[in-house]
């Protein structure tokens, strides 16, 4: 799908909140709400709108702790993989789960409330698949967080 500029428009502003009111989106890219709801329909449709969601204070909800897992495993063929990424899926702590180039295998990013919680974890990863390291770093303030995608640098 080709995106215009008011498709961006609406993406932006629907990272930015996407409990706004397709009347207030209208508004806003310069359409009236008909045109506006239809491109809206579309970009889901397309899957350029995956689903929308309400994003939450991990810190509030006490769970406080990041961590990011380093992976290497001397395990490269696909019935380990899906063995591994099905375990990781089954893990609700695991809140992004990525396969890396250069020398770690697989990047995590695990939320805990506390250190015990991240044993547990830890211990149940290392109990299920076969791995030749684990690496972990705990993140000691969140500088940075955001879900919205740099659309002004793809046009």
Known sequence: MNLDKTDIQILDILQEDASKP????AARVGLSVTPCWRRIQKLEETGIIRQRVALLDA???GLGMSVFVAIKTD???????AE????IKQSP???????MSGEVDYLLRVVVPDMAAYDRFY?????TVKLS?????FAMEEIKNSTALPLASST
């Open 59 to 61: 810190e509030k909800l």
């Open 22 to 25: 397709v009347a207030d989106i």
């Open 75 to 81: 395990q490269h063929n696909a019935d380990w993989l």
């Open 93 to 99: 702590e695991v809140v992004e789960f990525y396969r």
């Open 123 to 127: 211990k149940s990863l290392i109990s």
């Open 133 to 137: 390291d684990v690496s972990s770093s």
């Open 84 to 87: 591994f990424a099905s375990m």
